[in-house]
């Protein structure tokens, strides 16, 4: 069935490092492909998506890019601060007699100043 | 508007307890979700309204009863609940249930089971 795979945390980064956070799906079709952001106690934000292949997503900074070849939509920023310590999902939709969220298990990112 | 509003945002109940979660949303949406999410866990779909009729149901147990009495609003209605059942619960909406259409999240109600 459709999945989606996200590198294991938690990640700890100081301030201004470069990140990378994995994310490859496994799907028939060719779904949309979502970023989405937890911070502590609240629910979670749409930080980026791509619709099909090559787009790239982006927002706050943040980018990622829709590849079909290797099923990827990696998670990129090139510096990061500590406001952006938080719950990091990658999720894909399918539709099955409606839309469903399929979402990956979810990295903790801290940052430490 | 581009807001879901969840309301209560804390709720303790016994498992004996009646009540309601509600959720609202004013951006024209025609999709509506409950999800249910356990702490270091992705959320978990439970209900899927479209054009304020369910279309999915993913097993949920009886004592979950979801209720879409317009095309902003959304209720789960909650009756003898488990322990287990303590979490928290979103609510989303999109704009139609296709593909492309991002959902959109309240902030949730933290449900505690006593």
């Known amino acids: 069935g459709d999945s989606v795979t996200q590198m294991e945390g938690p990640v700890t980064l100081s301030e201004e490092a470069f990140l990378t956070i994995n994310c490859t799906y496994t799907a028939t079709g060719y779904p949309s492909l979502f970023w989405y952001v937890q911070y502590p106690g609240e629910g979670l934000q749409l930080l980026l998506k791509a619709t099909k292949a090559d787009d790239k997503g982006s927002n706050k900074g943040f980018e990622a890019t829709y590849r079909k070849e290797t099923t990827s939509f990696h998670l990129e920023k090139g510096s990061v601060q500590v406001s952006d310590s938080a719950v990091y999902f990658c999720?894909?939709?399918?539709?099955?007699?409606?839309?469903?969220?399929?979402f990956g298990q979810g990295t903790r990112l801290t940052i430490n100043p | 508007d581009t807001e879901v509003t969840q309301t209560p945002k804390h709720l303790v109940m016994g498992m004996t307890n009646k009540k309601s979660l509600k959720c609202e949303q004013h951006m024209g949406h025609r999709a509506m979700y409950w999800y249910k999410q356990k702490a270091k866990k992705p959320p978990e779909l439970m209900f899927v309204?479209?054009?304020?009729?369910?279309?999915i149901n993913e097993s949920v147990p009886s004592r979950f009863s979801p209720e879409c009495p317009n095309s902003s609003l959304l209720n789960l209605h909650l009756h003898a609940l488990q322990p287990e059942d303590s979490a928290l619960y979103l609510c989303a909406s999109s704009r139609l249930s296709g593909a492309y259409n991002e959902q959109f999240f309240g902030p949730g109600t933290r449900l505690t089971v006593l």
């Open positions: 999720a894909l939709t399918i539709i099955q007699g409606a839309q469903k969220l399929v």
């Open positions: 309204y479209s054009y304020e009729k369910l279309s």
